[in-house]
């Protein structure tokens, strides 16, 4: 059985900077092919993709957000981590992380967490 | 940036034929942009439909297909359910990166 996590932060500061944890299990980020990403969603409006981590560690961000985005992963740990840096009021959202396998894109996901940022 | 456009809303009746597209900004979508569909209930996280333009997930019911249509992606529901009710979103695969559509409010009535 495949399930994804979120964890972190329910608020945070404008100007601060926002770290999320990706938990997942059913699967391993060493197998050739799998990868895992995050997506976010403000309230009422539709999905956009932030960034990837691929098994051999390389990363894909999202051009608009690439200056404000880190990925990484921790194997042994079943983790992915994302940081956004100079959080804004216009962060405030859904944050979901999802694997894909090859071109299988996000086949699974999970639940997300809900971000504010107010000061 | 480049942007993936899907048609904000269409209402079916129950038992009826839709279908939703996805068009890229860059031009005609062909199956090197991966187009992929995804399901989202109110309230709940997006369900993955349809991978690589025409292929079903395991879960995926029959009456959703993928296909290329006029230099679009495109979803078509076939015999409409009620609980088709939702948000359809297509996402494009640009160089590593990526692209969500703005999203389809598919309502049935």
């Known amino acids: 059985q495949i399930t994804l996590k979120e964890s972190g932060p329910t608020l945070v500061k404008p100007t601060q900077t926002l770290s999320l944890t990706c938990t997942f299990s059913g699967f391993s980020l060493s197998t050739n092919g799998v990868s895992v990403g995050w997506i976010r969603q403000p309230p009422g409006k539709a999905l956009e993709w932030l960034a990837l981590i691929y098994w051999d560690d390389d990363k894909r961000y999202s051009p608009s957000l690439k200056s404000r985005l880190t990925i990484t992963k921790d194997t042994s740990k079943n983790q992915v981590d994302l940081t956004m840096t100079n959080m804004d009021p216009v962060d405030r959202g859904t944050y979901f992380c999802?694997?894909?396998?090859?071109?299988?894109?996000?086949?699974?996901w999970g639940q997300g967490t809900l971000v504010t940022v107010s000061s | 940036q480049t942007v993936v456009i899907q048609e904000p809303s269409v209402t079916v009746s129950p038992g009826g034929t839709v279908t939703l597209t996805c068009a890229s900004s860059a031009g005609a979508v062909t199956s090197g942009f991966y187009p992929n569909w995804f399901q989202q209930k109110p309230g709940q996280a997006p369900r993955a439909l349809i991978y690589s333009t025409s292929n079903k997930h395991s879960w995926t019911p029959a009456r959703f297909s993928g296909s290329l249509l006029g230099g679009k992606a495109a979803l078509t529901l076939s015999g409409v359910q009620p609980e088709d009710e939702a948000d359809y979103y297509c996402t494009l695969y640009y160089g590593g990166a990526q692209v969500f559509g703005g999203g389809t409010k598919l309502t049935v009535l």
């Open positions: 999802a694997r894909s396998v090859g071109s299988r894109w996000m086949d699974y």
